[in-house]
Structure formats: C-alpha cells, structure tokens
C-alpha cells in the first residue's frame, strides 16, 4: 500500500505549517499517529464514507489536533481517496476545524474538483509518494 497525495493536499499542508503560532503545526504528526498502524482494508474502511465510484473510495477522516489538545471532532479533517485497484490511499485534502483556516465542510463542488485534480495528477504522474512512518517524507518512485 503506498501513500500519495496531490497538490491540494501538500498546499494545505505547507499552508496549516506556515505559522507556528496558528496552532497547526502538529498535522502531519496527527495524520501519521492516525493512519500509520492501519492496513488498507482497515483505512478503505473508515467512517465518514462521503463517496463511492467502483473501487474507489472518497473518506473524510477526523483527526485530533494534538499540539491545541483538540479532540478528532473539533481537530483537523483529511480527505482521503482510497483506490483498490492501485491500492493506495490518496492524500486529497486537510483542513482545520478551528481557527485561522477553519472550514465547517466541503461543498460538493469542492469535493468533485478533488477527484479531478486526483484523475489528472495521477494520469499526468504528478503525484507524490509518501512514507507514512516518516512524517509523510516524499519518497522516490523507481
């Protein structure tokens, strides 16, 4: 099973990692301690199913805040694309529930444009992959 992610998710990252001070900076800790024990079923699994399309998979996941000691309901949320066929688990976006880059939920607009920058990316061989045991490190694809 690999890790990848598309270029919505990393901007939001560098964007939630900009500041210490906006209390974000414990995100890619959350989401390592979060999903780095699960196998793919286990992940292909989780609760929120926001959509289906064959073998895929779109989930939002809630995710603790650790560094403001907030619970997964009032954490960060991370939208993951699971994808049987290739098995990997596509990093699609993250985004706060609290604070300076909050957002209460994504619109379906927002939603579909994820999967197509994803069919894109992934066809344009524009994703990243990441080691999931190493703070989401950027891996090279032999």
Not at 24 to 52: M, P, Q, W
Not at 122 to 130: C, D, E, R, S, T
């Amino acid at each position: 099973m690999q890790f990848i992610s598309i270029s919505s998710f990393r901007e939001a990252k560098i964007q939630l990692l900009k500041r210490k001070e906006n209390g974000y900076s414990s995100c890619v800790e959350d989401i390592c301690e979060a999903l780095k024990d699960l196998d793919f079923e286990s992940i292909y699994n989780l609760h929120f199913l926001v959509r289906e399309i064959g073998d895929l998979r779109v989930i939002k996941v809630r995710l603790q805040n650790s560094e403001q000691n907030l619970s997964s309901a009032q954490g960060f949320r991370l939208i993951i694309l699971c994808n049987k066929k290739h098995q990997h688990v596509a990093l699609l976006k993250l985004y706060p529930k609290r604070g300076k880059y909050s957002k209460s939920d994504l619109t379906k607009h927002e939603y579909k444009e994820l999967l197509t920058v994803y069919a894109n990316e992934l066809k344009a061989k524009a994703i990243k992959v990441h080691d999931i045991k190493n703070e989401l490190k950027e891996v090279e694809i032999n």
